[in-house]
């Protein structure tokens, strides 16, 4: 079965890990070593905190070393480094994803493995990987760039209900996170939810946590630090997002094409 290493264990990149692994791929993610992700309860990069956490029935493990991580995959798991370090030297996957959706591309090369796929903008197919997968909201959700990149960012949330930066709730200042509330809580609007240091944060709108950060994390002005889903479901934030579900449906197809099992429109 081939290797698959992905950058970032986030809730995307966890969707795409999801579908591989289906698939039959043994998948080894790296991460930071204190995640900011804000969807963790779908997200694999929880196994950094928690040594192991599942999304969808797939089981992630937290490993020490590549060494380790090898190992993992062999049992089935799924596996997460922090940091990268030397790993992808050392472990020589055939596939390379970036789902780390940081708008740029932080330094990844077409030339780190055969098969390399970027996730959103920043990426050029052709250039610094083999393909690029849309990741901006609309009818190309999903779509597979063989030449060119994804469309510009538009540094927008992604809409719930018609809501975008109704229901993200950012730093205010630089400090410590302390949240008040957890995945799933529901909360009504003006209610305090989190503070950074002694700044209190309130609630922007009624509805359930869809996401939020660990207590402890160092933030900077302007951090999204938690998010509300306007629909007052507590079961909501514990599935993975259709949006992920299109992108990863889209790694699939890039793979597909890459590996010469289809043929491009």
Request: contains cysteine.
């Amino acid at each position: 079965m081939s290797v698959v290493f992905v950058r970032g264990a986030g809730d995307v990149g966890t969707v795409v890990g999801v579908l591989l692994h289906a698939l039959g791929y043994k998948l080894i993610y790296t991460e930071l070593p204190k995640p900011t992700t804000l969807r963790w309860a779908v997200s694999f990069s929880e196994a950094i905190y928690r040594g192991e956490w599942e999304v969808e029935g797939v089981v992630a493990r937290r490993a020490p070393s590549p060494a380790e991580a090898k190992r993992l995959v062999e049992e089935g798991f799924v596996a997460v480094l922090a940091p990268e370090g030397e790993a992808l030297r050392e472990i020589a996957p055939e596939i390379l994803i970036d789902a780390r959706m940081a708008k740029r591309n932080l330094g990844t090369s077409i030339s780190e493995a055969p098969l390399v796929v970027g996730l959103g903008p920043g990426f050029t197919a052709g250039v610094d990987c083999h393909a690029v997968v849309e990741t901006l909201e609309g009818p190309d959700l999903g779509r597979v760039y063989l030449l060119g990149s994804a469309l510009p960012p538009t540094h927008r949330p992604c809409a719930v209900e018609g809501l975008r930066v109704e229901r993200v709730v950012r730093a205010p200042c630089s400090g410590v996170f302390f949240p008040r509330c957890t995945i799933g809580d529901l909360v009504k609007e003006g209610e305090p939810i989190a503070r950074v240091d002694g700044t209190e944060l309130l609630a922007p709108i009624s509805g359930v946590v869809r996401g939020v950060l660990h207590e402890g994390l160092e933030v900077r002005p302007g951090m999204k630090v938690l998010e509300i889903d306007p629909r007052p479901d507590p079961t909501l934030p514990f599935k993975i997002a259709t949006r992920s579900l299109k992108i990863a449906e889209g790694v699939v197809e890039a793979i597909s094409l890459l590996r010469g099992r289809a043929k491009p429109l």
